[in-house]
């Protein structure tokens, strides 16, 4: 199976309405959902000597995700403030993402060493480690960087060169729209895929031949809470991706003749993005069911740590 390796920003979601809080980050959370998955995965990044980060690494720790290369540093942990209102939830950054952005992980050569032991790596635009994305890609990783809903069109031209594949929130843009950002991700900018996901509408996906589409499962079904939702579909579609495609390059070996058509090849494309979507959107609902991100609460009034 692939292995799998985030790299980047961790937070504490702290839940004002309950009074819990919950670890997660989107560079955390791929980790964390590639585990639950059976995959072997880790977690890089900066965490701060604070009682949030004690709590992310122990969580993050107990779930089997290797954070042996980790930072450890005087600071302080990103905090995202959950607020429900009416039953909408606000989420407010509350120290603009703390040690993480204040602190941005560098990728020295012993890093980059460690990093190319695992088959993909995943970072975000959360992660502030854009001027290192290149490291990474140059080392020959698969290199997945989510933009989250925090980009524009100068944004993805300026970041797309440096990875493999872009992931976006598609935000209430239509599809014709976004169809044309995921175009140019890939037939101008050199990603490999492009993939937008856009709540009840579901995700859209291309690879520079087709554009694939997929609404969730029981979108109006019941819902504990929706928080990293985004980042299980997409740990559940790349990992699914990444070992399938591998399964043909076992089939290869070492043939000198092609042994399928090209036609082939584009079916079995067609058929694995399909169930890759498919995938994904399995393991969002399934984490829609879930309390925080993958859970590991813990009251505000927790002693100092």
């Not at 941005?104 to 190319?116: A, G, N, V």
Request: include cysteine; aromatic fraction near 10%; glycine fraction near 10%.
């Amino acid at each position: 199976m692939a292995r799998l390796v985030g790299i980047g920003d961790n937070v504490v979601d702290l839940n004002y309405t309950t009074g819990i809080a919950y670890p997660g980050g989107n560079c955390v959370n791929v980790a964390v959902f590639g585990r639950m998955l059976h995959h072997e995965t880790a977690y890089v990044g900066k965490i701060a000597k604070d009682c949030w980060g004690k709590v992310i690494l122990e969580a993050v720790r107990e779930m089997g995700v290797d954070v042996s290369r980790c930072e450890l540093e005087k600071g302080e942990t990103g905090r995202c403030g959950i607020h429900l209102t009416d039953g909408d939830r606000k989420i407010v950054e509350e120290n603009d993402a703390g040690l993480v952005k204040a602190k941005p992980l560098k990728i020295t050569e012993e890093l980059l060493t460690y990093i190319r032991t695992f088959d993909v790596a995943h970072s975000s635009c959360y992660s502030h480690i854009e001027s290192e994305l290149k490291k990474i890609k140059d080392a020959g990783i698969p290199l997945l960087y989510d933009f989250s809903d925090e980009w524009t069109e100068e944004v993805l031209k300026a970041i797309c060169p440096d990875i493999t594949m872009a992931f976006f929130s598609g935000k209430d843009l239509p599809e014709k729209e976004l169809k044309r950002y995921l175009g140019q991700c890939v037939d101008e900018y050199g990603c490999e895929l492009a993939v937008t996901t856009i709540g009840g509408r579901g995700a859209i996906v291309y690879n520079g031949r087709k554009f694939y589409t997929k609404p969730p499962y029981n979108y109006g079904g019941p819902v504990v809470d929706t928080t990293g939702a985004g980042d299980s579909w997409i740990t559940a579609f790349i990992c699914t991706f990444f070992d399938n495609r591998n399964y043909l390059e076992l089939l290869k070996g070492n043939l000198e003749d092609p042994f399928v058509k090209e036609e082939d090849i584009h079916d079995m494309e067609d058929c694995l993005l399909e169930y890759c979507m498919c995938q994904g959107n399995l393991l969002a609902r399934k984490n829609c069911m879930v309390k925080g991100s993958f859970g590991y609460g813990v009251t505000f009034a927790e002693p100092e740590m």
